[in-house]
């Protein structure tokens, strides 16, 4: 019996399943570069001011050795204003640790602060990991920047994705919108294309053209063809906030829900240990009766809504559950059912499907795009 780890917050839980009941592991295995030409990836893209500001939205591990590299640089130039920033509110430790043993420092700042801040730096430097996002198609610098800064961007946005399904893997106009108001801004991004064990390539530049070619590459790397099956059991954890909440957890099962057959059982992992996501999200007033759902179709975007949209078109036609730490009354009231365990889930799935079912496992579906064969975007 093959021992099948997979991410569960923080930590991982394992999954004892036999060979026979596989359809197939899905992970991504990326080619990674070695120390040596990641370094000189970096010393031939990376440009520093006199005063700069480096910005990430999503900690991940594979971000230590990149800003490790600006940091010891910009002690070369002797920059005289240097700060790196975070807008998570969950640093992990393990990071913590380890920026700390490089002597790197990064502090937290609110949303409402990076425009300001980013006027007070010659140069921002926008650093983030390219995966899969239901409502824009993919998640970048520039999706991070205009959800967190641009409310009437995100209500164009929104307004395309009312009664549709989710866009993962998609160039869509969302992200079009993104990319056009980031360009009003004085950035340069730096997207990276990574898994949990190392960096495969490094997007420096101009703020279209970095992230359209690393979508490309990624699109390569990460995109698999494989049937579709009776079940799936799904889980994501090469960013450090990927399971903090619901509303995060659900973007792993809008990223490949539809290598399900209808009818059939989706097992998310979601430990979601900052609970259901925004305080003041749709999610959190849709379990609390506060959310009128007739504002659903009048484009005026709020945190989380769209997650209300997908369940609304989707829920009904699998069975989801989730291994979470929230209360059984909030994943109820939103369609989902709850389990204990992987193990109940396996369980679940085997008593419905027949001992001899064969189960989709997708380790990281933030990192994974799973079609069937033939099909055409």
Not at 157 to 172: F, H, L, R
Request: glycine share 6%; proline share 3%; net charge neutral.
């Amino acid at each position: 019996m093959p021992e099948i780890w997979l991410g569960y917050g923080d930590s991982e839980v394992i999954l004892d399943i036999k060979y026979e009941n596989i359809l197939e592991n899905s992970k991504p295995e990326f080619p990674l570069l070695d120390n040596i030409s990641l370094n000189d990836e970096l010393e031939n893209k990376i440009q520093l001011k006199s005063s700069t500001l480096i910005l990430n939205f999503t900690p991940f591990l594979q971000m230590i050795p990149i800003l490790r590299y600006i940091n010891e640089k910009s002690k070369k130039i002797e920059m005289k204003n240097f700060e790196i920033n975070t807008l998570s509110k969950n640093m992990p430790l393990k990071i913590k640790r380890k920026l700390g043993d490089f002597g790197i420092s990064i502090n937290r700042i609110k949303c409402d602060e990076v425009l300001n801040k980013m006027k007070n730096f010659e140069k921002t430097i926008v650093l983030e990991k390219i995966e899969y996002d239901p409502f824009f198609g993919y998640k970048g610098a520039t999706t991070e920047l205009m959800r967190s800064n641009f409310p009437n961007e995100m209500d164009n946005a929104y307004s395309n994705i009312v009664d549709k399904c989710p866009q993962s893997g998609i160039i869509t106009d969302s992200l079009n919108i993104s990319i056009e108001i980031s360009k009003t801004l004085n950035f340069e991004p730096i997207h990276i294309i990574a898994n949990n064990d190392g960096i495969n390539s490094v997007y420096i530049g101009d703020i279209e053209n970095s992230f359209k070619k690393a979508v490309e590459k990624f699109n390569k790397i990460s995109t698999k063809e494989i049937e579709k099956s009776k079940s799936a059991i799904i889980s994501g954890n090469s960013n450090f906030d990927i399971q903090s909440t619901l509303s995060n957890s659900l973007n792993l099962l809008w990223n490949n829900y539809k290598t399900v057959k209808e009818n059939g059982i989706i097992v998310l992992l979601s430990e979601n240990r900052m609970g259901l996501g925004d305080g003041y999200g749709a999610l959190l007033q849709f379990v609390e009766n506060r959310l009128d759902q007739n504002g659903l179709k009048k484009y005026q975007y709020l945190k989380d809504l769209e997650h209300i949209n997908f369940l609304n078109i989707i829920k009904e036609k699998f069975d989801i559950y989730a291994i979470s730490t929230l209360p059984k009354v909030y994943l109820n009231k939103l369609g989902i059912k709850t389990i204990s365990s992987i193990k109940e889930g396996l369980e679940t799935i085997l008593v419905k499907h027949g001992k001899s079912s064969k189960i989709l496992i997708i380790s990281n579906s933030e990192l994974t795009n799973i079609l069937e064969p033939g099909y055409q975007k």
